[in-house]
Structure formats: C-alpha cells, structure tokens
C-alpha cells in the first residue's frame, strides 16, 4: 500500500502563495485520482481538488477554483497543489489522499 507524505506549509500572508507537495511511496501512475483535502480547526475535513494520474483530469471545489492549481510528476511519484491569493478561510491542514490511503498532512496558516 502506497504511503504519502505531504510537506510545503506554513505561515502566510493574505494574498501570498504556497506549493504543497504530496510524495508518494510508490509510482501514482496507475493509482487513478489523487486528491488534496484540508481541514480546519473545528470543522470537517472537505474536498479541495483531485488530479486523474492516468489521464490529469483535475476537478476543483467551488471556492478553490482559479486560486488553486493541483498538478503531478508521475515520474517523480509527486503531485503539488499551488495555492495563490490565499486568505484567511484557506487556513487549515491540508492532506493528500489517494482511495483509503491519507498522508498525515501539512499545515497552512494565513495571517497577516
């Protein structure tokens, strides 16, 4: 079973921008969809977007899309979220997932 880890969080700025990587164990080449999550402190864990690892079909939820772009290297076994014009509602820890596989995730804080 493919294990993932995420890394690239942290403090900051409203308006600023952050990549975050997910490294997986194994190849995701042939995993299917790999996706981020976040959740913040308090509420529940919800979608942010999704990448097809076959195909690299994304999907995006509502408040994500065009901030946001998720994308992979399945030659490297990675997949990145690039977050820009981040806010303080983007606060939160973020994982990545693929099926029943979650990393432990990273946290991103947005404060000025």
């Known amino acids: 079973q493919v294990q993932l880890v995420e890394s690239g969080g942290g403090l900051v700025q409203p308006g600023g921008s952050l990549i975050l990587s997910c490294a997986a164990s194994?190849?995701?080449?042939?995993?299917?969809?790999m996706g981020w999550y976040r959740q913040a402190s308090g509420s529940q864990r919800e979608f942010v977007a999704q990448i097809s690892t076959i195909r690299g079909t994304t999907i995006y939820a509502g408040p994500v899309k065009g901030p946001f772009t998720i994308s992979k290297e399945n030659a490297k076994n990675m997949v990145y979220l690039q977050m820009n014009n981040l806010n303080s509602e983007d606060t939160a820890l973020y994982l990545c997932n693929s099926g029943n596989v979650w990393g432990k995730g990273t946290p991103v804080t947005v404060s000025s």
């Open positions: 194994g190849s995701i080449a042939r995993l299917g969809n």
